[in-house]
């Protein structure tokens, strides 16, 4: 089973150089019970830790079933201590945050049983060392007798071939040592037994065999008693994967040590919230989207293509004919100006705010759309942010008419009522909305708004001129030539003349949005106000195409303007400005996250640092390298997911109450999501590596 030939091991100290062990050979066979004496510094627990794999040997060799191992790496010496060892220590060598139950299930766990198989195994081992009542108990409230019955219930729940016992009954009263001493007894029947003890006396009338050593060599090798040598049991593979292992024992960290839990959430949601904060305060997006790169607020796509008559005249149907009949035009647009202009709705009783620019694609957009799109005229279909606080009013408003205002870049607006058909929910607040072309031609009227109070015969081109289709003044019968003005500061029998016609002049009574305005039927502005159109917008079906459009146009007698490529190609000082500030918020960005992983990884070691031991019981009873390593990182990652999970509840429950918060769309889910995914590895790599780097043999002196 074990042969030792010719094994030597020295320590090495700052310069000195300590014969442990000395030319050992040795033979054992299953079925021995073998005791191990000697005077402290003897060698016996280090001949104990060379046949159980935890520390290496410089000379010699040793062998397993006739194997050598002297060519072993640390995955074959894992898998030696995982299938072939049990170990019972005289401290103990119990994870206390675990339960007694849990305790022996982690053995059974790294050796692959399933839940069923571990839990009915553990049971019943746990039952025959007589701690039944203690089952749901920390390890760390056993008195010491508890523990070792507890250490030997771990060893003899695993199908293994050798138990090593380190003094097992160093720190038991008689009683206990005794019954220690004949459960190890009964399993050396078909198990190989290595007992570590100072009290020979005690366990002589147990053991096979005694070893003594004396200055790291063996002065005494008798066989006490005649065993039958057995062979090794078959034992069946076990299916669960490290993986599944790994996750295991994480879900026994997280619930085993509750405090060191909770402290490791707070701790993970701090830098979680630290990282939101990071990334809404300086994220480029936010910072570049909140200045206009356009100062003339041009409404900007790939398809539009703005053209006008070279010869500076007013487009007419014959040019409408030509952009129809030209195949590689899908839309033509008269109210081209009115493609730049914002249409906005505030309706503060039913708390909705609109803001949007027009956007031709939203009846193609893949995103989820409440109510339908528009088919007729004086329909439209809105795009904005909508979140579950303000989704019931989105419900209500869809199928109203409501009156937008339709406000050009100067600031001058014109009211229109439209119905709301749909909406389409957007991962921005930038709005936007999408109208027929026949709409399109009633928005473009947006009157002059120059007003002199002092001069009472007034024309259009002098005061602030607007109709309203509003329900407040559907009574005046506001049709044909008639007209009403309101005026604060002038009598209520005072004459007015307004290009000819007089009118009635209405106090003000509703309130100062109607001071000081003329009031007038849409049928006389149109009458006295009427826009022409010196430009048309169109879109093109095939934008790569657009070199071919753009000549066919010009050679047609038509200029054509690309907002798309002519802006951007144009760049002022401003813009490159912007692109500067771009880039230096991203460096700003990474670079307090690069600070805040330094810190969550300071506060994070200091917790894990209380780990260490358990992760040092884990190898020593089998658990591999990287299982280890999967553990702490899965450990991270767990608490990452949960504290982001739960940042971003936060974030929406509030942030459709807190104004300018930005909004996140879908990419930024995801970048947030993968920096916290990339702390945690990082932190986790980082101890990983300084941990794992170390020998068990190391990690177990310094326990």
């Given at each position: ?17 300590t014969?442990?062990?000395h030319?050992i050979?040795?033979?054992f066979?299953?079925g021995?019970?073998?005791?191990i004496t000697g005077?402290?510094?003897?060698g ?5 830790n ?21 060519y072993?790496d640390?995955q ?8 072939k ?10 994870i ?6 849990k ?5 059974l ?16 081992i ?6 039944e ?8 409230k056993?008195?010491?007798?508890q ?12 199908d293994?071939?050798?138990i090593?016992?380190d ?8 009683q ?5 001493l ?10 190989l ?22 200055d ?16 090794s ?8 994967s ?35 904060l990071?990334?809404?305060?300086l994220?480029?997006?936010?910072i ?20 006008k ?8 149907e014959?040019?409408?004919?030509f ?11 008269k ?25 031709p ?5 893949k ?7 528009p ?6 279909l ?16 869809i199928?109203?008419e ?11 607006s ?12 957007s991962d921005?607040?930038v709005g ?18 120059t ?40 009598s209520?029998?005072?004459?007015i003349?307004?290009?000819g016609?007089?009118l009635?002049?209405v ?10 305005a ?10 006295k106000y ?6 048309y ?13 753009e ?25 490159i400005?912007?692109?500067?500030e ?17 810190m ?7 917790v894990l640092?209380?780990?260490?031991k358990?992760?040092?019981i884990?190898?020593i ?11 702490i ?15 971003f ?20 889910f995801?970048a947030?999501l993968?920096?916290n995914?990339?702390m ?6 980082k ?17």
């Amino acid at each position: 089973m074990i042969k030792l030939t010719n094994i030597s091991k020295y320590y090495h100290n700052e310069g000195t150089v300590t014969l442990a062990l000395h030319k050992i050979n040795l033979n054992f066979n299953l079925g021995e019970f073998v005791a191990i004496t000697g005077e402290s510094g003897s060698g016996k627990s280090t001949l104990l830790n060379v046949i159980a794999g935890i520390d290496s040997y410089e000379e010699g060799e040793l062998y397993i079933n006739n194997e050598e191992t002297s060519y072993y790496d640390d995955q074959d010496w894992e898998s030696y201590r995982r299938d072939k060892i049990a170990f019972i220590f005289q401290n103990y060598n119990l994870i206390d945050s675990y339960t007694v139950l849990k305790n022996v299930e982690t053995a059974l766990v790294l050796q692959g049983l399933s839940r069923a198989e571990r839990l009915e195994k553990s049971k019943e081992i746990i039952k025959r060392v007589g701690l039944e009542q203690h089952m749901k108990h920390r390890a760390s409230k056993l008195s010491g007798g508890q523990k070792q019955r507890l250490a030997i219930a771990r060893a003899l729940a695993k199908d293994v071939d050798i138990i090593v016992a380190d003094e097992p009954t160093g720190n038991l009263d008689s009683q206990s040592g005794k019954q220690v001493l004949e459960l190890l007894k009964e399993v050396s029947s078909n198990k190989l037994v290595f007992l570590v003890t100072h009290n020979y006396d005690q366990a002589s009338e147990y053991v096979s065999r005694k070893i003594r050593l004396f200055d790291g060599e063996v002065v005494e090798d008798r066989v006490l008693k005649h065993t039958e040598i057995v062979d090794s049991p078959v034992r069946t593979d076990k299916t669960i994967s490290e993986f599944k292992k790994a996750l295991t024992i994480t879900r026994f960290n997280i619930f085993g040590q509750p405090k060191k839990s909770i402290f490791m959430f707070f701790v993970t949601l701090a830098i979680v919230a630290f990282v939101f904060l990071i990334y809404t305060s300086l994220n480029p997006k936010a910072i570049v989207n909140s200045y206009p790169v356009w100062s003339d607020g041009i409404n900007i796509y790939a398809e539009r293509v703005i053209v006008k008559r070279q010869d500076e005249k007013v487009m007419d149907e014959s040019d409408y004919n030509f952009f129809e009949n030209y195949s590689h035009i899908s839309r033509i647009i008269k109210a081209d100006h009115v493609v730049d202009y914002y249409m906005t709705l505030d309706d503060f009783e039913n708390k909705l705010n609109f803001n949007g620019q027009y956007s031709p694609f939203l009846k193609d957009s893949k995103s989820k759309l409440y109510g339908q799109l528009p088919v007729n005229d004086f329909e439209v279909l809105l795009s904005m942010f909508v979140s579950d606080y303000d989704e019931e009013v989105v419900l209500d408003i869809i199928g109203k008419e409501y009156t937008f205002s339709v406000k050009e870049k100067t600031g001058f607006s014109a009211p229109i009522k439209l119905t709301v058909t749909g909406v389409i929910h957007s991962d921005t607040y930038v709005g936007g909305y999408y109208v027929n072309d026949s709409t399109f031609d009633r928005m473009n009227l947006v009157p002059p708004t120059t007003l002199d109070n002092n001069q009472l015969d007034i024309s259009f081109n002098d005061v602030m001129i607007s109709y309203y289709p509003d329900q407040i003044f559907s009574s005046r019968d506001l049709i044909g030539n008639q007209a009403n003005i309101y005026y604060s500061n002038i009598s209520e029998n005072a004459t007015i003349i307004l290009d000819g016609v007089e009118l009635e002049v209405v106090p003000n009574v509703y309130n100062k949005f109607y001071n000081n305005a003329v009031i007038i039927s849409e049928e006389l502005f149109i009458e006295k106000y009427q826009r022409d159109n010196y430009q048309y917008t169109l879109h093109i079906n095939d934008i790569n195409k657009i070199n071919e459009v753009e000549k066919h146009l010009f050679n047609n007698g038509y200029y054509t303007f690309v907002p798309s490529i002519d802006l951007k190609n144009n760049m002022d000082l401003g813009y490159i400005g912007g692109v500067i500030e771009y880039v230096s918020m991203t460096l700003i960005m990474i670079f307090m996250i690069f600070v805040l992983y330094l810190m969550g990884y300071l506060i994070i070691r200091i917790v894990l640092n209380t780990r260490i031991k358990d992760y040092t019981i884990l190898r020593i009873i089998g658990a591999r390298k990287s299982l280890v390593s999967n553990l702490i990182r899965f450990e991270l990652l767990i608490f990452f997911l949960i504290s982001y999970a739960v940042a971003f509840g936060v974030y929406f429950a509030i942030q459709s109450n807190i104004a300018n918060i930005l909004p996140f769309s879908f990419s930024d889910f995801l970048a947030v999501l993968f920096i916290n995914i990339l702390m945690s590895l990082f932190i986790s790599r980082k101890f990983i590596s300084k941990r794992m780097s170390s020998t068990l043999y190391s990690d177990l002196r310094v326990e």
